[in-house]
C-alpha cells in the first residue's frame, strides 16, 4: 500500500516536471522576475534552506559641484570720479537713439567737471518728420523753459526721417524738393528755440551707416544741418571722417578716444558702442570745454552800479572814462618839442616813374654793363671773360698751368 502511494507521488511529479506545471505559474514565469535554480527530484522531498540573494549596494547620489562665478575685478581708477554737488550748467542732450548713446559718453567725458552735467531727453524713434508722433520744437521750447540752468544744448537726429512729410492733403516723397524746404524750416524752428534765449546750440551730423543707401540719405541731412544751423548761430560737429576707412567707406572697427583699435560700432551697423559713443561725444567735449572754461565765474568781481539806470557809478567805467583818465595823466608831463625837420614831415613822399625821359640835372637808376664795369684794364679783361669767354692766360706755377715744365 506504501509502494502505491509513493509510486503515485512520483507519477505526479514527474507530470509536473514535463507540462511545466499549472497556466498561473506560466504566467509568472512571463514577468520579468528573477529566474530561480532548478531544484532536482530530491529537492522536492526534502527542502534546503535557500541561499540569501545578494543585495546590490544602492549608489548614492553625489550633488553637482556648482561652479561659481569669479567676482569681478576691483578697478582702481587714477582720476576719481568728483561728485557734482553744486552744477552751474546743464548740458540739454536731444534727439533719437543715438542722441541716447552720445549723452552717455559725453557725461563720461565730463566727469572731472563737477560743474557740469548731462541731461538725456533724447526719444528713440523719433525725427523732425513726424511731428504728430514727437514734435521736437515744442518739446525743446518746453524743456528750456522749465530749466533755468540749461546753458548748453546738444541735438542729434536724422535716422528715422527718411518719411514722406505730409502737407494737407499733399505726401511729400523724402529728399524732393519741397520736402527739403520743409525740411528746413523743421531744423531752423529747433535752432531758433536755443537762439531766443541765447542759449548755445551743437548739432551733430549723422555718422556713416552700414546701409549704403541710408549712408547717401545722410549726406544729404547733414549738409541741410549745417547750412540752417551755422546760418542762425550755432554750431555743427562733423563726425562723418571719424567712422570711415580710408577709403572713406563704414567700418564698424577704428581707433578710439586713445588711438587704439577698437569696436566702435554694434552688429546692426547703426549704433554705437560705448567705446563708440565716447568717441563721438569726444568732439563735442572739445568745444564743451571751450565754452566753460573751469574758474572763469569765479573772476568776475561785482561792480557798484546806479540803481536808476543799472550804469556803472564809477568814472573810469563810463563810455570815454578812460580817454580821460589817460588825459588826466599825462596833463602834468612837459612838453617836448621835436626838430622842424620831424614835425613838416610829409604824409608820403614825390612820385617818380620808373619809365620815361629823366629830368635835367638827374641820374639814371639803370646804366650799360660796360658803364657799370668801368674802364681799364681790368675792366677790359672782364669784358673777355664773362662778355667773350675767352680764359685768361695761365700763370705759371698755378693750378690751371698744365704746361710741361722745361
Do not use: C
Request: glycine share 8%; proline share 10%.
Amino acid at each position: 500500500m506504501r509502494l502505491r502511494a509513493l509510486f503515485t507521488m512520483l507519477a505526479a511529479a514527474g507530470l509536473l516536471l514535463l507540462t511545466g506545471g499549472p497556466p498561473s505559474l506560466a504566467q509568472q514565469a512571463r514577468q520579468p522576475q528573477p529566474q530561480p535554480q532548478q531544484r532536482s527530484l530530491f529537492q522536492l522531498f526534502w527542502q534546503q534552506p535557500q541561499q540569501p540573494q545578494a543585495v546590490q549596494p544602492q549608489r548614492q547620489r553625489v550633488a553637482p559641484v556648482v561652479r561659481r562665478r569669479p567676482a569681478a575685478p576691483v578697478v582702481v581708477r587714477d582720476d576719481p570720479v568728483i561728485p557734482k554737488v553744486d552744477v552751474a550748467h546743464h548740458i540739454l542732450v536731444i534727439g533719437d537713439s543715438l542722441a541716447n548713446l552720445l549723452a552717455d559718453g559725453l557725461e563720461e567725458a565730463i566727469e572731472d567737471r563737477p560743474d557740469l552735467a548731462v541731461i538725456a531727453r533724447a526719444k528713440p524713434d523719433s525725427g523732425l518728420v513726424r511731428s504728430d508722433f514727437h514734435d521736437w520744437p515744442k518739446v525743446a521750447a518746453e524743456l528750456v523753459a522749465a530749466d533755468a540752468k540749461i546753458g548748453l544744448g546738444v541735438m542729434m537726429v536724422g535716422l528715422n526721417d527718411r518719411q514722406a512729410i505730409r502737407e494737407g492733403d499733399t505726401v511729400h516723397e523724402p529728399l524732393s524738393p519741397r520736402w527739403l524746404e520743409l525740411y528746413r524750416e523743421r531744423i531752423n524752428a529747433v535752432a531758433q528755440v536755443f537762439a531766443a534765449r541765447r542759449i548755445p546750440l551743437i548739432w551733430v551730423g549723422a555718422p556713416p551707416v552700414q546701409n549704403a543707401r541710408l549712408s547717401a540719405d545722410l549726406v544729404t541731412f547733414n549738409e541741410q544741418y549745417r547750412q540752417q544751423v551755422e546760418r542762425a548761430g550755432g554750431q555743427y560737429v562733423d563726425l562723418w571722417g571719424a567712422f570711415v576707412d580710408a577709403e572713406n567707406r563704414y567700418t564698424a572697427m577704428g581707433p578710439d578716444v586713445s588711438g587704439q583699435p577698437a569696436r566702435l560700432r554694434l552688429g546692426d551697423g547703426i549704433h554705437f558702442t560705448a567705446v563708440g559713443a565716447r568717441k563721438a561725444a569726444h568732439f563735442v567735449d572739445v568745444l564743451v570745454r571751450r565754452m566753460f572754461e573751469p574758474g572763469a565765474e569765479g573772476s568776475v568781481i561785482a561792480l557798484p552800479v546806479s540803481p536808476e539806470t543799472g550804469a556803472p557809478i564809477n568814472p573810469e567805467l563810463q563810455p570815454g572814462g578812460i580817454e580821460r583818465l589817460i588825459d588826466q595823466m599825462v596833463a602834468g608831463l612837459p612838453v617836448i618839442s621835436l626838430p622842424a625837420a620831424l614835425q613838416a614831415k610829409p604824409a608820403a613822399g614825390p612820385i617818380l616813374p620808373l619809365t620815361g625821359t629823366a629830368g635835367s640835372g638827374e641820374q639814371a637808376l639803370l646804366v650799360s654793363i660796360p658803364e657799370a664795369r668801368g674802364r681799364g684794364e681790368l675792366a677790359g679783361q672782364l669784358d673777355r671773360i664773362f662778355g667773350e669767354g675767352i680764359l685768361p692766360e695761365p700763370k705759371p706755377g698755378r693750378m690751371d698751368d698744365h704746361r710741361w715744365p722745361r
